[in-house]
C-alpha cells in the first residue's frame, strides 16, 4: 500500500527540486578575506534563470572577488557557493563563460587558432568549435581577421574577439565584467544588441559594472555591493518604485537652511541647474515644500520622480 | 585530461612551428658539421707542385731530403699526425697547425741544381734569377759543414706564408741531416729508430666490475653531452617563463583559470615545452651520432687506429631520463620564477640562482670525467640539481653501480615533486596577482595558505 506521507514528501521534493532549477546561482553567507582585508562579507544572494543580473557597486566593493568565487578560480572562505542547484565541479564550470575585466589575447597566436584553443579549454570538440567560431565571427563582422594575428586586431576588435571566446562553448551562465570598457558607443550598441539576443535564448547572464546607465537598460535584476557588503538588491523595477515616494526633483534659489535638515532631506545630488532630493525616512513631500516657502525660497520646479539608478548608486555609496 | 592536452598541444606548436627553432634545430647541426666537414675538405685541397731546388754545398743531404718529400714518405707522415691528433686532442694551438700540416703534406718537384763550387752570392743570385724568371718556388741552401751546432739552413720561398709546404719541408731537412749525422757518427738509423721509438701509452680504464675496456675519445663525448644538456635546459628553462610571463602580462591567466584547474594548464605547459626540447634535443642527438660516425670512419680509412667510444642503447636511455629529470627540475623553477614576477626583466634578475646551478653541474662534470669513481663524483652525481648534468657524464665516463644511478633517479623525482607542489602554489595565486612583483615572505604564505 503506497503510503500517503511518502507521497507528499515525494511531491515536496519535486517541487523543491524544481524550484532549484529555476535558480541557477545561489551564493550563501560567504565571506573571503585576504590577510587582514575583508574582501567580501556575508554575502548572500540568488539569480534566476532567464535574467540579466546587475553586479554593480564602486571599484572595490568586491565585485570582481564574488566572480572569482562564482567561477572557481578562488574558494570562499566562509559560505558557499551553488550553480545550477549543485555545488561548482569542473564540469558545471564548463557551462559558464567568463568575460573578466582584465582580460587578455595571446598576442602572436592567429584569431582562429585562439578561439579554437580557448574552446578547447571549455571542452568543446574541434569541429564544434569550428562551426561555432565561424558563427560568431560572422556574427561580430570580424570573419576577414580569421587567419590574420591578434596583434593587428584594434582595441575594440580583440574585446569583441574575447567576447567570443566566452561564448564558444554555449554557457548557460555568462559573466561579463565591465564588457563595454574600451568600445566606442557604436560598438556599444551592438554588443547590447548581442546581450538581448543571447537572454532571448533564455540564458542567465550576470553584468557586472559601474556604469549605471548602461545597467538600468540592461538589467531584470541588481545588486549593489559597497565596502564587501551588500546594500541593496532585487528586481530593478521594485527598487525604483520603492524610492518613486521620495525623490524630488527640485529646481529652486534659496532655501539652503531646509535642503541642510537631516530630519528632513537624506541626501542630495547636484545636477546641472537642478537637484535630487531624496527625503528622509519619515518626512514627506509637502512637508518639505511647505518649509521651502516658508523659508522663502523662489521654486521653479517641484517634481516628484523616478530616481534613476545612477541616483540611487550614488544615494546608498556616499559617504557610507 | 582533455584540457592537460590540449594546454600541452598548444604549447608544443608554440615552440616547434616558429622559425626561431626549426633556425637552430636544424642551422646548429648544420653549422657545427661545417666546423667538422669544412677544414677537411678545405685541407684536403692540394696546393700546386711546389718547384724547389737543393743547393747542397755539402753534397750529403740533397739525396736523401729529396727521398723524404717522396709522396709515400708524405702519405704515411700524414697518417701518423691524424692518429696522433685523435689519441692526444689537448695540445697547443701552435701544435695542431704543425699537425694538420703534416696531414696534408705538399707536392713537391725538384729542379736539378749543381751548386758544387760556387760561392753563396753566386748560387742566391742564380737562384733568385729563375725564381723571378717563375721558373722556381723555392730554394733550400745547404752549408758545408751540417755537424756544427751553429749551422744555419736557409730557404728561400716565392710564398713564405704557405706553412704547409714550409713544415713539410722543414721536417724533411731535419730529419735528413739527421740521419746524416748519426751515420756520421756510425750509429745507423735502423739502430737509432728502435731506440728512440715512442712507447706505446694505450689508456685503458677498469670498470668496477674488473672489466678492461678502451677509453678513447669518451673525453670528447661526455664534454658535448654535458654541454648539450646544459644548453637545452637552459633554452627551455627561460621559454617556459616567458610563456608564464606573458600569460600574466597579458591577463590571459584570469580566463584560463576560469576555464581549467591551474595545475592542469601548469603541467601541461610544462610537457608540452618539454616535448618541444625533446624534439629539438632528438633532432641534434641524431644528426651529432651521423657526424661522428662519419669522423670516426673517415678517421679509420685514413689509417688512424681508434675505436669508437662505447654508447650502448643503455646509455642513451640513461641520457633521456636524467635529461627529463633535469628539464622538470629546472623548468619548474623557472616557472616558479615566472609567477612570481610581472615582466621579463625582473624575470631575469631572478633567473640567476638557477643559471648558477647548471653552471656549477657544468663545472663539476670536468672533475668528473677525470676521476668517476671519487667520493665527490658520486655526491654531485646523485644530489639534486647537478645530478642531471653530472650523472650521464659520470655514465659515459664509467658506467657507476646500479644503485647509485637509482638513488640520483630517485632523488631527483623527489626534488621535482617537491617543487611541484610549490610551484603549483605560487602559480594559482601569482598568476591572479597584477602589478606588483611577489616578494620572497609574500610567496611563503602562498605556499602554505592553499
Known amino acids: ?320 | 585530461m582533455m584540457k592537460f592536452l590540449a594546454v600541452l598541444k598548444r604549447e608544443y606548436k608554440k615552440v616547434v612551428f616558429t622559425w626561431a627553432f626549426l633556425i637552430t634545430t636544424f642551422l646548429m647541426p648544420l653549422a657545427a658539421s661545417l666546423f667538422i666537414v669544412v677544414p677537411v675538405f678545405i685541407f684536403s685541397i692540394e696546393g700546386d707542385t711546389t718547384r724547389i731546388a737543393v743547393a747542397d754545398k755539402s753534397g750529403r743531404i740533397s739525396e736523401r731530403f729529396q727521398e723524404n718529400l717522396l709522396p709515400d714518405k708524405i702519405r704515411e707522415k700524414a697518417k701518423k699526425a691524424a692518429q696522433e691528433s685523435l689519441n692526444n686532442p689537448r695540445v697547443s694551438q701552435e701544435e695542431q697547425m704543425k699537425r694538420s700540416a703534416e696531414q696534408i703534406g705538399g707536392k713537391f718537384e725538384f729542379v736539378e741544381y749543381n751548386a758544387q763550387n760556387k760561392s753563396l752570392e753566386q748560387i742566391k743570385r742564380e737562384l733568385n734569377a729563375k725564381i723571378s724568371q717563375k721558373n722556381l718556388d723555392a730554394y733550400v741552401i745547404i752549408p758545408e759543414d751540417i755537424s756544427r751546432n751553429d749551422t744555419k739552413f736557409e730557404f728561400y720561398s716565392r710564398k713564405p706564408g704557405d706553412f704547409v709546404t714550409n713544415t713539410s719541408i722543414e721536417n724533411s731537412l731535419n730529419e735528413a741531416v739527421l740521419s746524416q749525422r748519426l751515420a756520421d757518427s756510425n750509429i745507423s738509423e735502423e739502430k737509432l729508430e728502435e731506440l728512440s721509438r715512442n712507447i706505446a701509452f694505450n689508456v685503458k680504464s677498469i670498470s668496477e666490475t674488473g672489466e678492461e675496456k678502451e677509453d678513447s675519445g669518451s673525453f670528447w663525448v661526455a664534454f658535448i653531452v654535458a654541454m648539450l644538456i646544459y644548453i637545452v635546459l637552459l633554452i627551455y628553462g627561460q621559454a617556459i617563463m616567458s610563456a608564464i610571463v606573458e600569460e600574466k602580462e597579458t591577463r590571459i591567466a584570469e580566463i584560463l583559470f576560469s576555464s581549467a584547474k591551474p595545475f592542469e594548464l601548469m603541467l601541461g605547459k610544462l610537457v608540452g615545452v618539454g616535448l618541444a626540447g625533446l624534439t629539438q634535443l632528438a633532432i641534434w642527438i641524431t644528426t651529432l651520432t651521423i657526424l661522428l660516425s662519419f669522423g670516426f670512419v673517415s678517421a679509420m680509412l685514413s689509417g688512424a687506429d681508434i675505436t669508437l667510444p662505447s654508447i650502448t642503447p643503455q646509455i642513451i636511455i640513461y641520457f633521456f631520463i636524467f635529461f627529463f629529470l633535469g628539464y622538470f627540475i629546472y623548468a619548474t623553477i623557472y616557472a616558479l620564477i615566472g609567477s612570481m614576477v610581472t615582466n621579463m626583466q625582473e624575470g631575469g634578475q631572478f633567473a640567476f640562482p638557477p643559471i648558477m646551478l647548471l653552471m656549477l653541474g657544468l663545472y663539476f662534470c670536468f672533475a668528473v670525467v677525470r676521476d668517476p669513481n671519487s667520493t665527490f663524483a658520486f655526491w654531485v652525481s646523485i644530489l639534486p640539481f647537478f645530478a642531471p648534468i653530472v650523472m650521464p657524464v659520470r655514465i659515459i665516463a664509467e658506467v657507476p653501480p646500479f644503485w647509485q644511478i637509482a638513488l640520483a633517479i630517485l632523488l631527483n623525482l623527489l626534488t621535482i615533486f617537491g617543487l611541484v607542489w610549490i610551484a603549483s602554489r605560487v602559480y594559482r595565486v601569482g598568476m591572479l596577482m597584477y602589478g606588483k612583483r611577489a616578494s620572497i615572505p609574500e610567496v611563503w604564505k602562498w605556499i602554505k595558505q592553499s
Open chain 1, 1 to 320: 500500500m503506497i503510503n500517503v506521507y511518502d507521497v507528499i514528501v515525494y511531491n515536496t521534493f519535486k517541487i523543491i527540486n524544481m524550484n532549484d532549477k529555476d535558480i541557477t546561482l545561489r551564493v550563501e553567507n560567504v565571506s573571503k578575506y585576504f590577510g587582514d582585508f575583508t574582501a567580501v562579507k556575508d554575502l548572500s544572494f540568488k539569480i534566476r534563470a532567464g535574467r540579466v543580473f546587475g553586479f554593480l557597486g564602486p571599484n572595490g566593493a568586491g565585485k570582481t572577488t564574488t566572480i572569482r568565487m562564482i567561477v572557481g578560480i578562488t574558494i570562499p572562505d566562509e559560505g558557499k557557493v551553488e550553480l545550477f542547484g549543485e555545488k561548482i565541479t569542473p564540469e558545471i564550470r564548463d557551462r559558464i563563460g567568463y568575460l573578466p575585466e582584465e582580460r587578455g589575447l595571446y598576442r602572436k597566436m592567429k584569431v582562429h587558432d585562439q578561439l579554437r584553443y580557448f574552446a578547447a579549454l571549455k571542452g568543446v570538440s574541434q569541429k564544434e568549435a569550428d562551426k561555432r567560431i565561424d558563427f560568431w565571427l560572422d556574427r561580430m563582422k570580424l570573419s576577414e581577421w580569421k587567419l590574420k594575428k591578434t596583434t593587428d586586431l584594434s582595441k575594440g576588435m580583440s574585446q569583441k574577439l574575447q567576447f567570443i571566446a566566452t561564448m564558444l562553448h554555449d554557457p548557460d551562465l555568462l559573466i561579463l565584467d565591465e564588457p563595454f570598457s574600451g568600445l566606442d558607443p557604436v560598438n556599444v550598441e551592438f554588443m547590447k544588441d548581442v546581450i538581448a539576443e543571447i537572454k532571448s535564448r533564455d540564458k542567465t547572464i550576470i553584468f557586472s559594472t559601474h556604469l549605471m546607465e548602461t545597467a538600468e537598460k540592461l538589467c531584470d535584476d541588481i545588486l549593489l555591493l559597497n565596502k564587501s557588503h551588500k546594500v541593496l538588491s532585487g528586481s530593478l523595477r521594485q527598487i525604483k518604485e520603492s524610492y518613486g515616494k521620495n525623490v524630488i526633483s527640485l529646481r529652486c534659489i534659496g532655501g539652503e537652511k531646509v535642503l541642510n535638515d537631516k530630519n528632513l532631506v537624506s541626501n542630495i545630488i547636484e545636477h546641472s541647474d537642478e537637484k535630487e532630493i531624496f527625503l528622509a525616512d519619515d518626512a514627506d513631500p509637502q512637508m518639505l515644500l511647505r518649509k521651502l516657502i516658508e523659508s522663502g525660497a523662489e521654486i521653479t520646479k517641484f517634481e516628484m520622480v523616478e530616481p534613476s539608478l545612477n541616483d540611487i548608486f550614488i544615494d546608498n555609496v556616499k559617504d557610507k
